[in-house]
């Protein structure tokens, strides 16, 4: 192959330097596309219909419903009882009348609580119910939370997604113009190659960026319980400040918030009234009945009797079961406030790591985008503007370029903890927090 004439090679480099400033002239909107939604608004949207139509909420809404017409249970007695009875007949005359004592006699009978016994289980009955809401209210704040960081991460996917393939479309303007320099006898080969790698290495990125985009909207869709519909995600977004209240802070608002908090003091008062109810339970309940004898005597006038009487059980076991149950309810009470004191102690814990996470996310954005980002473009111009006059390699070149999309990625991971962050806390806590103050990058 003859190699190029001089006017030809001029021509090719100048033909490369115009196509270089045409490549940064658009560079600058790799690190900013702008946003399509508001990504606050549509994440609690999805959070919001998680409750409506997630299966196990409606699971957990039937039990409430059932221990509710427990507790209308619990307040109802013992039914009443009716007998029919021929008593006091000779067994060698069978016939009414052969004997003065004989007769037939009905019997109404009803046994009577103790006072008090059926208030305390309607009570324990109640305190079931609030057990099983404040489960209810921990399962919404969980699947929300759940459906939020998903969210959250396929919009993390999603722009990285988009960062990496506006950086194929930036390598692919490099090795053109890599390919117009080798041409003239200005690069080596392996220069050309080198870009060509990287260019099919970033869209097998792609495929993973897929891959992870179809497993986080399985999880919404499964969540949310319907087929998979298309989820609208914005394209940028600003990092989430964190909050100036200490983990210890936070904690209180845990305790008074959290309904998995909530719950367990519910199991501990609950086992308390069954503690009141058990002790209660072995209190003796009395039976009262009204007879009336019907009486066919031939050797009388035959007049009717009448028979009332009370019954009561000798509760002569009553320690070892009336007892030993409240002592059992009462113990089961105390483990309930120290499973709270631990959840309690575990919360503080996770918020504090929490809290420590999304502070050096935020921190990390505001580094990159303020000071890191516009280094590395102008190091990225500087080199490449170099290496057009031939006063620098190729190596420096292809690594101001790994490197600005290395930081585009960086300053998007970033953000997005942010965001993840501020999920877990509210998660943590049971409760929204204030909004927060303007954060860092466009706004969608």
């Keep these: 192959m003859q190699p190029p004439t001089p006017r030809i090679s001029t021509l090719l480099?100048?033909?490369?330097?115009?196509?270089?400033?045409?490549?940064?002239?658009?560079?600058?909107?790799?690190?900013?596309?702008?946003a399509a939604a508001n990504?606050?608004?549509?994440?609690?949207?999805?959070?919001?219909?998680?409750?409506?139509?997630?299966?196990?909420?409606?699971?957990?809404?039937?039990?409430?419903?059932?221990?509710?017409?427990?507790?209308?249970?619990?307040?109802?007695?013992?039914?009443?009882?009716?007998?029919?009875?021929?008593?006091?007949?000779?067994i060698d005359a069978w016939r009414p009348g052969t004997h003065p004592m004989a007769g037939i006699q009905f019997k109404l009978q009803q046994t009577f609580p103790f006072p008090g016994k059926v208030g305390l289980r309607q009570e324990v009955g109640r305190g079931r119910v609030r057990e099983t809401r404040a489960a209810l209210d921990e399962l919404a704040l969980q699947l929300r939370a759940l459906v939020k960081r998903a969210y959250y991460k396929l919009v993390l996917v999603r722009q990285l997604r988009s960062v990496t393939e506006q950086h194929v479309k930036l390598v692919d303007q490099f090795t053109d113009v890599v390919r117009i320099k080798y041409q003239v006898g200005k690069a080596g080969q392996q220069d050309y190659l080198r870009l060509q790698v990287l260019a099919q290495k970033l869209r097998d990125d792609l495929k993973n960026f897929e891959r992870d985009e179809r497993a986080l909207a399985a999880t919404i869709d499964a969540a949310l319980?319907?087929?998979?519909?298309?989820?609208?995600?914005?394209?940028?977004?600003?990092?989430?400040?964190?909050?100036?209240?200490?983990?210890?802070?936070?904690?209180?608002?845990?305790?008074?918030?959290?309904?998995?908090?909530?719950?367990?003091?519910?199991?501990?008062?609950?086992?308390?009234?069954?503690?009141?109810?058990a002790a209660r339970e072995g209190y003796p309940d009395f039976t009262a009945w009204l007879g009336y004898r019907l009486r066919f005597a031939s050797t009388d006038s035959g007049t009717d009797f009448i028979?009332?009487?009370?019954?009561?059980?000798?509760?002569?076991?009553?320690?070892?079961?009336?007892?030993?149950?409240?002592?059992?309810?009462?113990?089961?009470?105390?483990?309930?406030?120290?499973?709270?004191?631990?959840?309690?102690?575990?919360?503080?814990?996770?918020?504090?790591?929490?809290?420590?996470?999304?502070?050096?996310?935020?921190?990390?954005?505001?580094?990159?985008?303020?000071?890191?980002?516009?280094?590395?473009?102008?190091?990225?111009?500087?080199?490449?503007?170099?290496?057009?006059?031939?006063?620098?390699?190729?190596?420096?070149?292809?690594?101001?370029e790994l490197q600005l999309l290395e930081f585009e990625r960086v300053i998007r991971r970033a953000r997005l903890t942010t965001w993840i962050a501020r999920v877990n806390v509210e998660a943590l806590v049971g409760k929204a927090l204030r909004k927060a103050p303007p954060g860092l990058g466009r706004q969608p």
Aim: no cysteine.
């Design 225 to 277: 319980h319907r087929a998979r519909t298309p989820i609208v995600t914005p394209s940028s977004l600003a990092a989430a400040a964190a909050p100036k209240a200490t983990a210890a802070k936070l904690a209180e608002l845990a305790s008074a918030h959290r309904p998995a908090l909530r719950q367990q003091t519910e199991v501990s008062r609950t086992r308390r009234l069954a503690a009141r109810s």
């Design 307 to 400: 028979g009332v009487g009370v019954s009561v059980p000798i509760p002569f076991w009553y320690k070892r079961r009336a007892g030993s149950e409240r002592h059992a309810s009462e113990a089961l009470a105390r483990a309930a406030l120290a499973d709270r004191s631990s959840a309690l102690d575990r919360i503080r814990g996770a918020l504090g790591r929490e809290l420590a996470a999304w502070r050096r996310a935020h921190q990390k954005a505001r580094t990159y985008e303020q000071t890191l980002m516009p280094l590395a473009h102008k190091a990225l111009d500087a080199t490449f503007a170099s290496y057009q006059v031939d006063r620098t390699d190729f190596a420096a070149l292809y690594q101001a």
């Design 39 to 90: 990504h606050e608004q549509l994440a609690a949207a999805l959070a919001s219909r998680v409750v409506s139509a997630n299966p196990s909420i409606t699971a957990m809404r039937a039990r409430i419903t059932a221990l509710e017409q427990r507790v209308r249970r619990a307040s109802a007695w013992p039914d009443p009882q009716v007998a029919v009875e021929y008593s006091n007949m000779p």
């Design 13 to 34: 480099l100048v033909a490369a330097a115009v196509f270089a400033a045409a490549v940064f002239a658009a560079a600058p909107a790799l690190a900013e596309p702008s």
